[in-house]
């Protein structure tokens, strides 16, 4: 595109997607895009770095950008707050940036509410077995996590209405999908991927599930 608007996009989906990979080469892809980087209370873990993984910050700060407007959308889990900074995207989007955040789909109904011309892509596995398969293919999950992670996917695809586009990915092809949203977002008509043209896509993800 030759004008010089920001734009906002969420890509959202289930644990065992592979949003996170298809974000990154999307990053390669295209230097119009940049990523949203999450505040957290949480500590810091071995090899990350502030700034990168996420902005690590009180419990003090966070409830203070909170209670000022400061934060889109935020979640709490495992006690800790995990949150979308508005500085960084307002700051972005001014620049002219395509703005990615990667996150959840409590946090998109956030967005939708907020930003109602924002972009919102949801990303699923090709159905409900691969997406059980990848999640014990980590072999980093109790089972009461894969369990859990499976229920709230039925929760997350439930919600399927508020997104724009549904896009699968299959395994080994998320290169093909990154250069798929690109092109939604330069404007590029991909009707077969629009949730109003896929009425029973939650139906046939979980099948007899």
Avoid: W
Wanted: glycine share 8%.
């Amino acid at each position: 595109m030759t004008d010089n608007k920001g734009k906002l996009i969420v890509i959202s989906g289930p644990a065992g997607s592979g949003k996170g990979t298809v974000v990154k080469e999307i990053l390669a892809l295209d230097d119009r895009y940049s990523l949203s980087v999450s505040a957290t209370t949480r500590t810091t873990r071995p090899g990350e770095l502030h700034g990168r993984e996420y902005y690590f910050i009180s419990r003090d700060e966070f409830e203070t950008r909170l209670a000022a407007g400061r934060m889109l959308e935020y979640n709490v889990y495992c006690d800790e707050y995990y949150g979308t900074p508005l500085d960084e995207m307002e700051a972005a989007l001014s620049e002219g940036k395509y703005f990615i955040l990667e996150i959840e789909v409590n946090g998109a109904s956030r967005v939708r509410e907020l930003y109602p011309e924002a972009l919102l892509i949801m990303v699923t596995p090709p159905d409900y077995d691969t997406l059980e398969a990848r999640l014990r293919g980590r072999g980093t999950e109790t089972e009461d996590v894969i369990q859990r992670r499976l229920a709230t996917s039925r929760d997350e695809l439930a919600r399927l209405s508020m997104f724009d586009h549904i896009l699968v990915n299959e395994d080994g092809k998320f290169h093909d999908l990154a250069e798929t949203i690109v092109s939604i977002v330069d404007g590029t008509p991909h009707d077969e991927s629009k949730v109003e043209n896929n009425p029973s896509f939650a139906e046939k993800f979980f099948g007899n599930k």
